[in-house]
């Protein structure tokens, strides 16, 4: 992921780009709208971008939002700027993801699906990520973090926390 436009949020030609990568067409709508969540600012869909995703594919608004609305992993509010998700397949509950998420909620001083009152940081839970080899594994944006521990934990937050700044 390009970090500049997830610090910024994504222009309308940024946008543009992204749903004609996918193919434009109805058949993309879910993949299209996972991609521009990922890379907006707050990890939802605006209005703005269902608009403009709807008049590209040619389909309605109404649709757009239903689909939006249909699908757990996609938001129509602003979430935190940082989805920490935590894996939690078996490879990954066995290499001990329970003190992973113990760890985070201390550091953070949130509990799983919640975000902190600044915004920054909303703790999750993910399905396998295909990472098993490095278990246990958290997943921020695009980045797979494994083989963690507290002191690495620690330095993945303070580095993002430096970053939106």
Sequence with gaps: MN??????GLTREEKLKIIHSKGA???HVLAILLELQAQSEMNYIDEETAGLVAKEI?????????????YAMLEDTPQARNLIEVCTSAPCYYTKSGTIIEILE??????????TPDKQFKLSFTECVGACDIG???KIGDEIHGDLD???IRQIISNL???NQ
């Design 3 to 8: 970090d500049s436009i997830k610090k910024h």
């Design 25 to 27: 067409d109805r058949e």
């Design 58 to 70: 040619g389909i309605s608004l109404t649709h757009v939002f239903d689909i939006i609305t249909f």
């Design 106 to 115: 201390r550091i953070l001083g949130i509990k799983m699906g919640e975000s």
């Design 136 to 138: 246990p594994v958290i």
């Design 150 to 152: 507290e002191e690495k």
């Design 161 to 163: 926390k430096a970053e």
